[in-house]
């Protein structure tokens, strides 16, 4: 049994401008305290973009695609959660950081000026991976309904509202897809998008190598990216979730389908015409290529 009532379906809590659940909220001042090795990569994302798909994959470079080695223990403790706050006993990001030596492969769901700056200043290996805003809101809507640590998700016409609104927890997709873009030659942050990785795997881990400066063959990562498909990883018990005792899969699964397009069986007609127009609205100045279908 999960102690720690207070993660159970959390409020959220504002900091400094974004909504984040309210464990997290508390211990964000030792969040932005974190001081990260230079060695270390950062893995960054809107929630459900595809980052344990990434957290896998670059686990996997690091060991040169032994995926016995990728097997030594679950995705989340190779690859830490910065700022979450698990209910106990099941330790925080931070907790488990500090006893990892470098290089750490850390996973944040924070916009870009939440990232503690020593990211910045030791310029770390940054991945940013970006999804397509309808397929990211069904993917959320879901897992917000299996998963008892996030917000209660209500009705799908009231979650598509807090989409818009940027009311869902760690904020607005919209701000943090356009917050990373902005300073992606700066900071060199290599920006990722689901899509991208649907069409052509190889090609993509391909991009992730070179990112990493690593020295990897080219059959290996054509094994990578057969061994982080998603019917592979659906059946791999240290990437599918079904160790966490607070996810319902039996509501929905952690891996749900893993594919592009899957918005056009949730949104009706109307819900459609709002959405897309709001979204002309918030994107006219950016000019990310997303891609709602392949
Ligand atoms: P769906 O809910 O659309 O199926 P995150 O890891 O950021 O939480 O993202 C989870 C989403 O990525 C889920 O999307 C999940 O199925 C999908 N996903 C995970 N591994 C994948 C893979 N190897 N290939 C394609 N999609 C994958």
Redesign the pocket.
């Known amino acids: 049994e999960l102690a720690g009532k207070s993660h159970i379906r959390p409020p959220l809590k504002n900091v400094r401008g974004v909504p984040l659940k309210e464990p997290i909220a508390k211990n964000f001042e030792s969040v932005w305290d974190f001081c990260p090795d230079p060695t270390d990569i950062l893995i960054a994302?809107y929630?459900?973009?595809?980052?344990?798909?990434?957290?896998?994959i670059v686990d996997l470079l690091l060991h040169n695609g032994d995926t016995e080695a990728c097997k030594r223990s679950s995705i989340v403790v190779r690859s830490p959660f910065l700022e979450i706050s698990n209910p106990s006993p099941i330790p925080s990001g931070l907790d488990l950081l500090c006893k990892m030596s470098p290089p750490r492969i850390i996973k944040t769901h924070l916009p870009i000026q939440l990232v503690p700056e020593g990211f910045w200043e030791n310029k770390c290996k940054v991945i940013y991976?970006a999804?397509n805003a309808k397929?990211s809101l069904?993917?959320y809507y879901?897992?917000d309904r299996m998963n008892v640590t996030q917000c209660e998700p209500g009705s799908w016409e009231n979650y598509i509202q807090k989409f818009m609104k940027g009311e869902l927890s760690w904020g607005s997709w919209y701000d943090h897809v356009n917050g990373y873009w902005r300073e992606r030659e700066n900071r060199n942050i290599l920006y990722l998008f689901?899509e991208d990785?649907?069409e052509n795997?190889q090609r993509e881990v391909e991009r992730i190598k070179q990112h990493l400066d690593l020295s990897v063959t080219d059959d290996v990562i054509a094994h990578i990216a057969e061994k982080?498909?998603?019917e592979?990883?659906?059946e791999n018990p240290m990437?599918n979730y079904t160790f966490r005792p607070f996810l319902d899969q039996s509501i929905?699964?952690?891996?749900?389908?893993?594919?592009v397009g899957?918005w056009v069986n949730h949104f009706s007609a109307s819900q459609l015409e709002i959405f897309d127009e709001h979204y002309e609205q918030q994107m006219k100045m950016s000019n990310i290529p997303f891609r709602t279908n392949l």
């Open positions: 994302t929630p459900k973009a595809g980052t344990t798909w990434t957290q896998e991976v999804r397929d069904v993917s879901h897992f689901y990785m649907k795997l982080t498909s998603f592979v990883m659906k990437v929905s699964p952690f891996m749900r389908k893993g594919e899957d």
